[in-house]
């Protein structure tokens, strides 16, 4: 189990769909377009890393005008289950893989495959898995779009003193082990920027922030409620976190309550 549940998952799609970055995703559908051109117009084969349910494929697809068959790559048999369903009922092209990425992206799971993709998984992996991936998709020549990567940025409107607090805990945690080595949390997005420019891609990157909307009242109860976990793993006095995601669940509730968050989108584009 991950612990990203398909609840946490459905809650936040919308906000992730109102944050992906245009261009970004722009430069890796032209890219693609040029890899279409050379393949004679068969359907490219896209490996999605860490897939969940199967976002990336529900975003990215609409955008890219082309024939795309999807390899979704994940751990956890619950979303498995979930992502087979979805893509079934959407009509995808999807084969759901189930792999564990701790150890790499194993050379099978990059068979017949043009490009590589991912959200909101970046910030779980180690700087030496992120570099071992950038050195693997050069060899292989291959593209990378990594999508709502955490940066660090986070708030809250109404503000409260204590945000702060909750934010510095919630960047803390995303340092903790994830299954990959001490993640890199909210420093992903540079190293994975620095990484394949060193691999010699070109890198386009730029915002992804979520701005969640009043009246999504269930992804900001989840996201306050794990914001508050957060901060209870790493030591923060626990009456004040009462305190505080109490009054959050209140504002919630009444429909008085957007919540910011700061991600990067980034592609990465083979010379
Ligand atoms: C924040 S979720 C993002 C899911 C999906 N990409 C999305 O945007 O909705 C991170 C995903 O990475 C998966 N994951 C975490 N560790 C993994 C591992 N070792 N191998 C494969 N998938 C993993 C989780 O199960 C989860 O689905």
Same mark, same amino acid.
């Given at each position: 189990?991950?612990?990203?549940?398909?609840?946490?998952?459905?809650?936040?799609?919308?906000?992730?769909?109102?944050?992906?970055?245009?261009?970004?995703?722009?430069?890796?559908?032209?890219?693609?377009? +040029?890899?279409?051109?050379?393949?004679?117009?068969?359907?490219?084969?896209?490996?999605?890393?860490?897939?969940?349910?199967?976002?990336?494929?529900?975003?990215?697809?609409?955008?890219?005008?082309?024939?795309?068959?999807?390899?979704?790559? +994940?751990?956890?048999?619950?979303?498995?289950?979930?992502?087979?369903?979805?893509?079934?009922? /959407?009509?995808? $092209?999807?084969?759901?893989?189930?792999?564990?990425?701790?150890?790499?992206?194993?050379?099978?799971?990059?068979?017949?495959? /043009?490009?590589?993709?991912?959200?909101?998984?970046?910030?779980?992996?180690?700087?030496?898995?992120?570099?071992?991936?950038?050195?693997?998709?050069?060899?292989?020549?291959?593209?990378?779009?990594?999508?709502?990567?955490? /940066?660090?940025?986070?708030?809250?409107?109404?503000?409260?003193?204590? /945000?702060?607090?909750?934010?510095?805990?919630?960047?803390?945690?995303?340092?903790?082990?994830?299954?990959?080595?001490?993640?890199?949390?909210?420093?992903?997005?540079?190293?994975?920027?620095?990484?394949?420019?060193?691999?010699?891609?070109?890198?386009?990157?730029?915002?992804?922030?979520?701005?969640?909307?009043?009246? $999504?009242?269930?992804?900001?109860?989840?996201?306050? $409620?794990?914001?508050?976990?957060?901060?209870?793993?790493?030591?923060?006095?626990?009456? $004040?976190?009462?305190?505080?995601?109490?009054?959050?669940?209140?504002?919630?509730?009444?429909?008085?309550?957007?919540?910011?968050?700061?991600?990067?989108?980034?592609?990465?584009?083979?010379?």
């Amino acid at each position: 189990m991950s612990g990203f549940t398909g609840d946490w998952l459905a809650a936040r799609e919308p906000a992730d769909l109102r944050a992906r970055n245009a261009d970004v995703r722009a430069a890796f559908r032209d890219h693609l377009g +040029e890899t279409l051109q050379t393949r004679a117009n068969r359907p490219l084969t896209v490996l999605d890393l860490g897939a969940g349910t199967g976002a990336t494929m529900r975003a990215l697809a609409p955008h890219l005008g082309m024939p795309v068959r999807w390899r979704l790559a +994940e751990h956890d048999p619950a979303l498995i289950a979930l992502a087979r369903d979805l893509a079934r009922r /959407d009509g995808f $092209e999807a084969e759901v893989v189930e792999a564990d990425l701790s150890q790499g992206v194993s050379g099978g799971l990059l068979d017949g495959v /043009d490009a590589v993709t991912t959200s909101a998984f970046l910030d779980l992996v180690s700087a030496d898995w992120l570099d071992e991936l950038a050195r693997t998709l050069r060899r292989a020549g291959l593209p990378f779009l990594a999508m709502l990567t955490y /940066d660090g940025r986070q708030s809250l409107d109404p503000e409260h003193p204590f /945000d702060e607090t909750v934010r510095a805990a919630m960047a803390a945690h995303q340092g903790g082990d994830k299954g990959f080595g001490a993640a890199l949390g909210p420093a992903a997005h540079a190293h994975a920027a620095a990484s394949f420019r060193m691999q010699g891609y070109r890198v386009v990157d730029g915002l992804s922030d979520w701005r969640a909307l009043p009246e $999504e009242t269930v992804f900001q109860t989840l996201l306050v $409620e794990g914001w508050a976990q957060a901060a209870r793993e790493t030591g923060a006095g626990a009456d $004040e976190i009462d305190n505080w995601l109490a009054l959050r669940l209140a504002q919630v509730a009444d429909a008085r309550l957007v919540a910011r968050v700061g991600h990067r989108d980034l592609a990465a584009l083979p010379g």
